[in-house]
């Protein structure tokens, strides 16, 4: 798959994200798999890993400030 910023492949990779949830609560996913740019690093994910994301965000704890969870598919 080509970039849609710059052109350039995107590679399938796994990295952390931040997901700012409110003005108080951040989630960071760890080795979460996105398709990257080689290129600018720009990135995308896939509609399956956005639906695991949006199950492991709705079960997050509402208490924490920050929270970590590993993505594991």
Not at 5 to 26: Q, W
Not at 62 to 73: C, H, N, S, T
Request: net charge negative; glycine share 4%.
């Amino acid at each position: 798959m080509k970039c849609t910023v710059c052109g350039a492949l995107m590679n399938a990779v796994n990295t952390d994200l931040p997901f700012k949830l409110s003005e108080d609560r951040i989630v960071i996913l760890k080795q979460l798999p996105v398709l990257q740019c080689e290129a600018c690093r720009e990135y995308l994910i896939e509609d399956a890993v956005m639906a695991r994301i949006d199950t492991l965000l709705a079960r997050s704890d509402g208490g924490a400030e920050l929270e970590v969870i590993r993505y594991a598919a």
